[in-house]
């Protein structure tokens, strides 16, 4: 294929009709048997046996749970300057959060847990453990610390958990309620959310048909 295919050629490699040629790089690249393998230990014994426990206390309940979730995809920095955007994300981008539960429809967080055992007592954990209390409070998402144990009483467990689950439920209630998209009477299709783009009333949204201009009826936005 290294060969000069002249222009013809060309025209039908553009088109996907001939192949493309492989960079000499990336093929050697490809044939190199890269060192990556599969850890045994992803989550501790430690981690596993609470992880048991909480899948117990939770299995009747509308979540889901992630473990060692990055708080880099968990948050974001609100800071326009770059600079100082990512000096905040270097600070977050390599610590995670042991375990995450969130609605199982929606995946939105709930709360996170973190299991502490004998390394949180040392002085740069403690420090580190400060600083991610101070994340999640700044991002207005709970995070509960527990201790590991042998065993775990799971009625308390279920006790600590429930306010939030509770919170989480009056809240999608809400949602839901908000949700609700109003019907064209007369269309009968669902209505979509317009704004007011001049006047008075500039940026103000409301329920429009889908079929304005020829149809012009309009509910309020709630």
Same mark, same amino acid.
């Given at each position: 294929m290294n060969q000069n295919i002249g222009c013809l050629g060309s025209i039908l490699r553009i088109f996907g009709i001939l192949p493309k040629e492989v960079n000499p790089q990336m093929k050697q690249e490809s044939e190199i048997k890269l060192p990556y393998r599969l850890r045994d230990d992803f989550l501790s014994s430690a981690e596993l046996s609470f992880y048991?426990? &909480?899948? %117990?206390? %939770?299995? =009747? $309940?509308?979540v889901t749970v992630f473990t060692k !979730?990055? %708080?880099?995809?968990? +948050? +974001?920095? =609100? *800071?326009r300057d770059y600079k100082e955007r990512m000096r905040y994300w270097n600070k977050i981008n390599r610590k995670h959060v042991d375990f995450l539960i969130c609605d199982r429809?929606? %995946?939105k967080p709930i709360v996170a847990i973190e299991l502490d055992d004998s390394t949180h007592a040392q002085e740069n954990r403690q420090l580190r453990d400060e600083f991610v209390n101070q994340i999640f409070t700044a991002a207005k998402l709970p995070l509960i610390h527990i201790k590991v144990s042998q065993s775990y009483? !799971?009625?308390? &467990?279920?006790?600590? &958990? /429930? /306010?939030y689950l509770n919170q989480a439920d009056e809240s999608k209630k809400v949602s839901k309620v908000n949700e609700r998209v109003p019907v064209c009477p007369k #269309?009968? *299709?669902?209505?979509?959310?317009? $704004?007011?783009?001049?006047?008075?009333?500039?940026?103000? /949204?409301?329920?429009? #048909?889908v079929n304005y201009p020829r149809c012009k009826q309009t509910e309020p936005f709630l």
């Open positions: 048991k426990v &909480l899948m %117990l206390v %939770l299995e =009747n $309940e509308s !979730v990055s %708080l880099g995809d968990l +948050f +974001f920095v =609100n *800071i429809d929606t %995946l009483i !799971v009625s308390t &467990l279920q006790d600590e &958990l /429930k /306010k #269309c009968q *299709i669902e209505m979509v959310v317009r $704004e007011t783009r001049r006047g008075m009333n500039q940026g103000q /949204k409301f329920y429009g #048909c």
